[in-house]
């Protein structure tokens, strides 16, 4: 339950663990999430990845939302994520990135 406190107001979610400068590995980790979760297909992710190279300084997470790709709903869903799997690699999106396995699939046979 959510309580009012007179001198600070509602209690609010935590600030996003997101390393200053380094939008480049955020990009790739929203993207490869994005992707994880079927928000985005594959050519759709390398067709973002070649347009941020003609604009570099524009975050991949702009560039998915303006072609149309995610909705701005989607885009909040898969922040999370990101916060969370930054959260669990101790904040370093190097190591979030580094722990993806693209290995084989599993069965449930």
């Known amino acids: 339950m959510d309580e009012i406190r007179q001198d600070q107001g509602p209690r609010s ?11 480049v590995a955020f990009g790739m980790l ?6 994880q979760v079927g928000f985005v297909d594959q050519k759709t992710f390398e067709v973002a990845l070649d347009r941020r190279r003609f604009e570099p300084d524009r975050p991949l997470t702009d ?3 303006k072609r149309g790709s ?9 922040d999370l994520l990101c916060d969370r799997h930054l959260a669990n690699h101790g904040g370093n999106p190097q ?12 069965s449930y046979r």
């Open 13 to 23: 979610e935590p600030a996003p663990i997101r390393p200053p400068g380094d939008d």
């Open 30 to 35: 929203f993207g490869k999430l994005a992707l």
């Open 63 to 65: 560039i998915l939302v």
């Open 70 to 78: 995610i909705s701005d709903e989607d885009r909040r869903v898969i």
């Open 95 to 106: 190591q979030s990135l580094a722990s993806f396995s693209f290995g084989g699939t599993v």
